[in-house]
């Protein structure tokens, strides 16, 4: 049964996970993910993509555990040994997440309900994270079966919530509402209804912004934390000068001129 599920329509693509009788990953979704963000990336039809759940009350509960067991157990038997010196195992959804995370397209969660482990790692790659309000719970809760959070949750949440609370909610496998989550910044917005709908109205606005000015400003936040300042402004100052010369940019000033000039 297929996991993953796209639709476009003026310049957004709609990309909906599981389904009522699958509400977690499995290798199988890692792969139509992977395929379905390549097709988005290469797109040039596509300026935004929204990302949900396909269940109701749920935008992905987690990476199924029943599948972990079971490639854990063959790992076992075939006397794997993994350290700090180990070539990485790649999988397809890992190069799905950083897909997300890294295509010059903005990408938005809508999360339609319970999201944690891996789904919620998958939305931490997402450029904005919007929740829905309701019963749901979002976290990272690994370590209470006795592995860590292995879809990039150890490196992304940091990043987004500080390291403080971000070991705080991984060692204690916290667990929290979506009211909590936007009051601590694990998400950009609680919608006031559905988190699909108010995605939607985000992504529209996204969608009609200049192409060339989201990917550059998306680059140049995404790459912030590990680039020095002096790299860093360099390159902004660069491409600001890249954007401003284009036809979008000096149509979009001179309207904005015109319409100061109407107000006196």
């Known amino acids: 049964m297929q996991q993953v599920k796209m639709v476009k329509d003026q310049g957004i693509a709609l990309v909906t996970i599981g389904t009522p009788k699958s509400i977690y990953l499995t290798a199988q979704t890692g792969e139509e993910l992977d395929a379905v963000t390549r097709e988005i990336e290469s797109d040039q039809s596509v300026r935004a993509a929204v990302f949900t759940?396909?269940?109701?009350?749920?935008?992905?509960?987690h990476y199924s555990v029943q599948e972990l067991v079971a490639i854990a157990e063959q790992l076992r038997a075939s006397?794997?040994?993994?350290d700090e010196r180990s070539e990485p195992q790649s999988f397809s959804l890992d190069r799905a997440c950083d897909r997300v995370e890294t295509m010059p397209k903005p990408t938005i969660a809508a999360i339609n309900g319970n999201c944690m482990g891996g789904g919620?790692?998958?939305?931490?790659?997402?450029?904005?994270?919007i929740v829905e309000d309701g019963p749901y719970q979002l976290g990272l809760p690994e370590v209470t079966v006795g592995i860590l959070p292995g879809g990039g949750g150890t490196q992304r949440l940091?990043?987004?919530v500080g390291t403080a609370q971000a070991l705080e909610f991984m060692l204690l496998g916290r667990r929290f509402t979506p009211r909590e989550a936007a009051a601590f910044g694990l998400v950009n917005e609680m919608a006031q209804g559905k988190a699909l709908e108010r995605a939607m109205e985000v992504a529209s606005q996204l969608a009609s912004q200049s192409p060339r000015a989201m990917a550059h400003i998306k680059r140049l936040a995404r790459s912030a934390m590990q680039t020095p300042l002096a790299e860093g402004l360099k390159l902004e100052r660069n491409l600001f000068m890249d954007l401003m010369t284009t036809d979008w940019a000096i149509d979009a000033m001179k309207a904005y001129v015109r319409s100061l000039g109407e107000q006196k």
Request: hydrophobic content about 40%; glycine content about 16%.
């Open 79 to 82: 006397g794997a040994r993994f």
């Open 120 to 129: 919620l790692e998958f939305a931490l790659c997402c450029d904005i994270r």
């Open 53 to 61: 759940g396909g269940s109701p009350g749920v935008f992905i509960q």
């Open 158 to 160: 940091p990043r987004i």
